[in-house]
C-alpha cells in the first residue's frame, strides 16, 4: 500500500509540464538565444497588427482626396505628411501592410504545397519522373528571376484582366517560388526516404502514398518552415519591386512598391516624406523577416546545431 501511494506521489511530481508553460519556456529560450531573431519576431507580429486593425489605426481613409491638404509635411495632425493629391500617407502605409500580409501569407502557402508535394514525390519516386522534373526546374531557374516574374504577370494580367491584382501578384511570386523550393524539399526528402524505419515501413508493406504522408513528410517539416519564414520577407519585397516597375498593383492602391513609384520617386526633393515613409516601412518589414527566418534556421536546422 505504501510503495503504491509513493508511486503515485512519484507519477505526480514527474508529470509533464502544461503546454502553456512548454511554449513560454522555448519562447524565453528563443530571446536568449536569438535576441535579433526575436526582434524580427516582434517587426513581424507589428505587420500582422497592423494589417488585422488597419480600420482602427488609420487615421484617414487612404483613398480620400483634398487639394487643399496636398503636400503637407509630417506634423502632429498628419503623422507621415500628405502627397500631392493630399491623401494622409500614414494610413497609405497602414493599408499597404494589408496588401503586403495578403500577398506574403497566400504566395507562402500556394508556393509550399505544390513544392512541397513535388520535392517529396521526386524523392520518393525517382527514376525518370526525378529526371524530367529537375530538367523542368533547371530551365525554369535559368531564367533571371524579375524576368519570369514580369513574364507571368503580364500572361495572367492579360489572361485573367478581371482578377484583382493582388491574386494576380500570389500567383506569379508563387509559382517560380514552387519550382525553386521543390529542390530544396527533394534533398531533404531523399535522406528520409533512405532511412532504416522508411525502409522497414516499405518492407512491412507500407503503401507509397502511406510513407511519403507518414514518414518523409513530418520529418521534413523543419526545412518547410525555414523555407516559409525566409520566402515571406522575400515575397513583400518582391511584390514591391513588381509594383515599383509598374506590373504590380497599380495606383490608387496604397502599396508601399507604388507608394515609393508613384510618389516618392517623382516629389522625392520637393517633398521627400513620400519617400521614407514606405522605404523604411519595406526596409524594416524585410529586415525583421528574414532576421526571424535566419533565427529559425539556426534553431530548426539540425546541422547547425553543432555551431550554435
Do not use: C
Not at 10 to 25: E, N
Not at 98 to 109: T, Y
Not at 274 to 297: E, H
Request: no cysteine.
Amino acid at each position: 500500500m505504501a510503495m503504491t501511494e509513493a508511486a503515485q506521489q512519484f507519477g505526480r511530481s514527474v508529470a509533464p509540464p502544461s503546454i502553456p508553460y512548454r511554449v513560454l519556456s522555448a519562447t524565453w529560450k528563443f530571446l536568449r538565444r536569438k535576441p535579433l531573431g526575436a526582434f524580427g519576431a516582434a517587426i513581424t507580429l507589428m505587420l500582422i497588427l497592423t494589417a488585422l486593425f488597419a480600420d482602427s489605426i488609420a487615421q484617414y481613409d487612404p483613398l480620400e482626396q483634398s487639394q487643399r491638404t496636398a503636400l503637407i509635411a509630417p506634423n502632429s495632425v498628419y503623422w507621415a505628411g500628405t502627397d500631392q493629391f493630399g491623401r494622409d500617407v500614414f494610413s497609405r502605409l497602414v493599408y499597404g501592410a494589408r496588401i503586403s500580409l495578403f500577398v506574403g501569407v497566400f504566395a507562402v502557402m500556394l508556393g509550399l504545397i505544390p513544392g512541397t508535394a513535388l520535392g517529396v514525390l521526386s524523392a520518393y519516386l525517382g527514376g525518370t519522373f526525378d529526371y524530367l522534373v529537375q530538367r523542368v526546374v533547371d530551365a525554369i531557374q535559368a531564367v533571371p528571376g524579375i524576368i519570369l516574374l514580369i513574364a507571368i504577370m503580364v500572361v495572367l494580367g492579360a489572361r485573367f484582366p478581371n482578377v484583382p491584382a493582388q491574386v494576380i501578384v500570389v500567383i506569379a511570386l508563387a509559382i517560380p517560388n514552387a519550382i525553386s523550393e521543390s529542390r530544396v524539399l527533394r534533398g531533404a526528402s531523399m535522406q528520409v526516404a533512405r532511412s532504416e524505419y522508411v525502409m522497414a515501413a516499405r518492407a512491412v508493406g507500407a503503401t507509397d502514398v502511406r510513407v511519403m504522408l507518414k514518414h518523409v513528410l513530418p520529418n521534413i517539416t523543419s526545412p518547410i518552415i525555414i523555407l516559409a519564414s525566409l520566402a515571406f520577407g522575400q515575397f513583400i519585397l518582391a511584390e514591391a519591386t513588381l509594383s515599383f516597375l509598374g506590373f504590380g498593383i497599380q495606383a490608387p492602391a496604397p502599396s508601399w512598391g507604388n507608394m515609393l513609384s508613384a510618389e516618392g520617386r517623382a516629389y522625392m526633393f520637393a517633398a521627400p516624406w513620400l519617400l521614407w515613409g514606405p522605404a523604411i516601412a519595406l526596409s524594416l518589414v524585410v529586415f525583421g523577416a528574414n532576421m526571424f527566418g535566419d533565427a529559425l534556421r539556426d534553431v530548426l536546422d539540425p546541422r547547425l546545431k553543432g555551431s550554435r
